[in-house]
């Protein structure tokens, strides 16, 4: 692992996890992390959730932000808080989706990155207890 500043740099799959874990805090559904950094350039991996309102949307990505920025790690860019139907947050090499749910049907980004090699988020470690 690298460093930036005092921090240590995270690696693409442990802060795709980090993110994933952050949503599930925040009652994040349907998570997945699709591994597609062999399919494109855009980044190594997609963490993607859906939420039930808007205001959920926007809970779970303040969590994820809230995260990551504990580790010094900011988003490039974020898409979508002003009406909070789908949030895009780039990371560079983990770009997360936080989604309504009926948004999320309607594009399918799933089914788009089919090819996509989907990862496991392992159940027992919260960010909540402090484990991780």
């Given at each position: ?72 790690i900011n988003p490039m860019s974020v898409e979508g808080r002003e ?50």
């Amino acid at each position: 692992m690298g460093e930036r500043g005092s921090l240590p740099v995270l690696e693409s799959k442990e802060k795709a996890f980090l993110s994933a874990r952050a949503a599930r805090d925040k009652k994040g559904e349907d998570i997945v992390v699709l591994e597609v950094g062999s399919l494109t350039p855009l980044a190594d991996f997609f963490v993607l959730c859906s939420a039930e309102s808007q205001r959920q949307v926007l809970a779970i990505t303040d969590a994820i932000d809230e995260a990551l920025s504990r580790e010094g790690i900011n988003p490039m860019s974020v898409e979508g808080r002003e009406n909070a139907l789908w949030i895009l947050m780039d990371y560079s090499d983990v770009i997360v989706h936080v989604f309504k749910q009926e948004v999320r049907d309607f594009y399918d980004l799933e089914r788009l990155w089919g090819d996509a090699k989907r990862l496991t988020l392992p159940r027992h470690k919260t960010l909540a207890l402090g484990k991780g």
